[in-house]
């Protein structure tokens, strides 16, 4: 029986990950370790080289929104709506956010 590389539990054959070799507990926290990141990076707005954080609490997650100009039904570009996953604090961008 082989063991696992990340918690030291012997692994049998069937619930081991062929690739890396860790066993099913291991390999599906990994997994959700990356979405956790990928998650947080999304939510996380750098404006200037800079992380953009709330100016009411001082929170660094955002959800955004792409508004166009169709939405507000008035003549503007599309702007970024960045809004405060803590406080609810809406910040606008005049441009469009990549990502
Ligand atoms: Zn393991
Ligand atoms: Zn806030």
Known sequence: MKVCPKCGQATPLWSRDLRSGLCGPCVRAGAAQREREEREARETIVVEG????????????FSKMRVSS????????????CSCKRCRYVMWFQRDEEG
């Open 50 to 61: 800079k992380p953009l954080s709330c100016p009411i609490c001082g929170h660094e997650r």
């Open 70 to 81: 169709w939405d507000l039904a008035v003549r503007l570009p599309s702007m970024t709506a």
